[in-house]
């Protein structure tokens, strides 16, 4: 028999093992995005754009630059059903990030320790902003491009290289940082697979840089803010910055990460891959302050994502020291740092986020003029974003959904009212003081202020088209509406808000005139709503 066939189940059982592996880290760091699916931040925009461009949205950048494992993530999930696509783009999201923590374990590069190296990436210790979400696949796939710059030459596997540099090129503006070492490598190893790597991440990387040069404008930093806040926030924090911020801290834990690089790379600088991964550090730091300020950067609070790749890279080299054969008690200070980085990331574990139900907006959507589907910005319900598009668009997408039917969604409950932007209706102004005709002409806005708490209930008749200002107290406790004599025909909930929001009760579904009954059973000091 094949000796290869022999060892195909075993060798199968192994990835199998590892893919759970990864599968399981991903849960630890992002387990509410698998429990509560969310769409979160410009991915609203690439479904909007596949609404309105189709297939053109691929050449579409988000925030400068092309990103094709999100895009694809998204078009494949939107093909399967629009109800759900929160769900399936997660998994799909999960999937693929498995796959990378695969790909850096068994892709045969000049790594030291590729199973540490890859669980390393579950590790790092910044808020886990980049895990689990189908828009922030692009981090990982940047790291399918740092697989390609450290290739063992001796296997060239020529088209999975290729494989991977498409999908890390066209998703990560990264691929103009490995040019050089991708070019160094094809002068030293005059091969013809150094050479084709080389080109075709120059063809990549020429679309990429177009791309860039056109779209959004890049913060960028100071040579003051280098200074100040690089050694600190990109290298001390690496050990301590979640346990402590103190500046007296973090500029010598700082300097030890880089004296610790520093040595690695001197006691191999025979070896051209050492200098490759020093590159590579550098260059992701340095592409993070391009985009960036560095002062207002934060590994947990502001921009954790320009973390990943840096931190990724201090672990990585770190695990190459601790497996240096001929460091002495240097590689016990790398392991002592590998473990203080794992202890430091404790504290920013995971993250939560607000249910924005998007099922229940979405079945709603269809029965409106037009509405906005609220999206995640931050995690809280607060600061959400949202997706804008009319009753028949959402109509359209819910009819061609493949998973669940207009029948089906005709049966549950959908919203009474759309949330309306308030610049669409009187500037944000206080409602109180306000009694004039509302957007379209139909009739006065209902505005005035009595308190609901404690168990208390206002009623109101009118008839559909119309709207009331309601907003939530300080502390909210989840206030409720009823439409009475049709309570399970629309849902209970109304918005937990910190300001007043315009409530439009125009589902095409509500009789003529109907009676709304608002409750709110807070008890406790700033538990109100207000309309």
């Not at 991708?182 to 990429?208: D, K, M, P, S």
């Not at 054969?325 to 990331?345: H, K, Q, S, Y």
């Amino acid at each position: 028999m094949n000796p290869t066939l022999r060892t195909w189940p075993r060798n199968g059982l192994r990835i199998a093992l590892l893919f759970m592996l990864f599968f399981g880290l991903l849960a630890a760091r992002r387990w509410s995005q698998l429990a509560s699916p969310q769409v979160w931040d410009e991915d609203g925009y690439i479904i909007s754009g596949f609404i309105s461009n189709g297939w053109r949205e691929f050449l579409q950048p988000i925030n400068g630059y092309l990103v094709l494992v999100p895009m694809l993530i998204s078009k494949a999930s939107l093909a399967a059903s629009i109800y759900y696509y929160p769900f399936i783009s997660t998994l799909l999201a999960w999937v693929f990030i498995a796959l990378v923590g695969l790909a850096v374990a068994k892709a045969p590069t000049h790594l030291r320790g590729r199973f540490l190296c890859a669980v390393s990436i579950f590790l790092i210790p910044s808020n886990p902003e980049t895990f689990g979400l189908p828009l922030y696949t692009f981090w990982w796939a940047s790291i399918l491009l740092l697989l390609v710059a450290l290739w063992d030459e001796r296997r060239p596997h020529l088209w999975l290289r290729l494989a991977l540099l498409v999908a890390g090129g066209f998703s990560s503006p990264f691929i103009l940082v490995i040019l050089p070492p991708l070019y160094f490598r094809a002068f030293r190893h005059r091969t013809r697979a150094e050479t084709a790597v080389a080109l075709a991440a120059t063809g990549i990387a020429a679309i990429q840089i177009y791309f860039v040069s056109t779209g959004a404008a890049n913060a960028g930093t100071s040579l003051a803010s280098v200074l100040q806040d690089v050694v600190p926030k990109f290298c001390g924090w690496f050990l301590v910055g979640n346990l402590s911020e103190h500046r007296y801290l973090l500029w010598p834990m700082g300097i030890l990460v880089l004296a610790l690089v520093a040595r690695w790379a001197l006691g191999n600088r025979r070896n051209p891959m050492a200098w490759i991964i020093v590159f590579l550090y550098c260059g992701a730091i340095a592409s993070s302050v391009y985009r960036n300020d560095a002062s207002i950067l934060h590994p947990a609070l502001a921009g954790p994502r320009y973390f990943f790749l840096p931190f990724i890279l201090t672990f990585w080299i770190l695990v190459q020291l601790l497996l240096s054969a001929d460091m002495g008690w240097i590689r016990f200070a790398a392991g002592i740092a590998i473990l203080t980085g794992v202890l430091n990331a404790l504290p920013v574990r995971t993250r939560q986020h607000d249910d924005l139900q998007w099922a229940e907006h979405l079945r709603s959507a269809r029965l409106f003029h037009d509405y906005e589907v609220p999206i995640e910005c931050d995690g809280r319900r607060f600061t959400a974003w949202s997706i804008d598009e009319s009753g028949a668009t959402w109509d359209r997408l819910v009819r061609r959904d493949r998973l669940v039917s207009a029948g089906r969604l005709a049966e549950l409950p959908t919203f009474a009212y759309r949330v309306v932007n308030p610049n669409k209706v009187d500037g944000g102004q206080n409602p109180a003081a306000r009694n004039d005709r509302d957007a379209r002409g139909r009739g006065p806005v209902i505005s005035f202020v009595p308190t609901v708490s404690g168990g208390g209930n206002v009623l109101l008749t009118f008839g559909a088209g119309r709207r009331i200002r309601f907003r939530s107290g300080p502390v909210p406790a989840r206030p409720c509406m009823a439409v009475i004599g049709h309570e399970k025909a629309y849902i209970a909930s109304l918005p937990i808000t910190e300001d007043w929001v315009t409530l439009e009760f125009s589902n095409s579904s509500l009789p003529k005139e109907f009676t709304i009954e608002i409750k709110d059973r807070g008890q406790g000091v700033g538990e109100w709503s207000a309309l």
